[in-house]
T-cell receptor, first 110, second 116 residues
Framework: DAKTTQPNSMESNEEEPVHLPCNHS???????IHWYRQLPSQGPEYVIH???SNVNNRMASLAIAEDRKSSTLILHRATLRDAAVYYC???????????FGAGTILRVKS | NAGVMQNPRHLVRRRGQEARLRCSPM?????VYWYRQLPEEGLKFMVY????????ESGMPKERFSAEFPKEGPSILRIQQVVRGDSAAYFC??????????????FGPGTRLTVL
């Protein structure tokens, strides 16, 4: 499984945008970039995924570099409820298991 | 539309006892995955099942652990003769199909197993 690298932690102010980076320099052509998050004492929650083009949904946006070696999860207006561990995961087109790294702990200040 | 359900939410066992963890997937989902999160560690894949079949058990410990997903009823993760090192949060996820397209994994709230 291709490896991802994320900062250990980040801090944001409430109501401000947050950009969570992820490096995946060994990504293969068929790997999809997935983001999950885990709120305290809960199971992981799907956030967004993409292959080559930038993606938007009601939760977040995913910006993918042209060479696909990095990506950024964008939370447009952070709230206290967004405080969680965010995981960037590569998954092959037919891959089944999710391989979680350490993720980024996002702290949101009021 | 109910999400993935797991029970019990908390389970306490003494060393040597058996632990049975149950997972009911989302309606319409026939693929189930089990993950384990040890204290202060990340989530680790254990096993992937489709109705009545084990597809990938590469993350399952070789002894004492087993999983099933019968034609009727929930998926069961069974741990025999539990030891203190089995204390962890066990999460179940389900998906409609396999692979990426339209088959995101939805996770349950987890079962927190404590072995005394």
């Amino acid at each position: 499984d291709a490896k991802t690298t994320q900062p250990n932690s980040m801090e944001s102010n409430e109501e401000e945008p947050v950009h969570l980076p992820c490096n995946h320099s060994t990504i293969s052509g068929t790997d999809y970039i997935h983001w999950y998050r885990q709120l305290p004492s809960q199971g992981p929650e799907y956030v967004i995924h993409g292959l080559t083009s930038n993606v938007n949904n009601r939760m977040a946006s995913l910006a993918i570099a042209e060479d696909r070696k990095s990506s950024t999860l964008i939370l447009h207006r952070a709230t206290l409820r967004d405080a969680a561990v965010y995981y960037c995961i590569l998954r092959g087109e037919y891959g089944n298991k999710l391989v979680f790294g350490a993720g980024t702990i996002l702290r949101v200040k009021s | 539309n109910a999400g993935v359900m797991q029970n019990p939410r908390h389970l306490v066992r003494r060393r040597g006892q058996e632990a049975r963890l149950r997972c009911s997937p989302m309606k319409g989902h026939s693929h189930v995955y089990w993950y384990r999160q040890l204290p202060e560690e990340g989530l680790k894949f254990m096993v992937y099942l489709q109705k009545e079949n084990i597809i990938d058990e590469s993350g399952m410990p070789k002894e004492r652990f087993s999983a099933e997903f019968p034609k009727e009823g929930p998926s069961i993760l069974r741990i025999q003769q539990v030891v203190r090192g089995d204390s962890a949060a066990y999460f179940c996820a389900s998906s409609r199909g396999h692979g990426v397209a339209g088959n995101e994994q939805f996770f349950g709230p987890g079962t927190r197993l404590t072995v005394l």
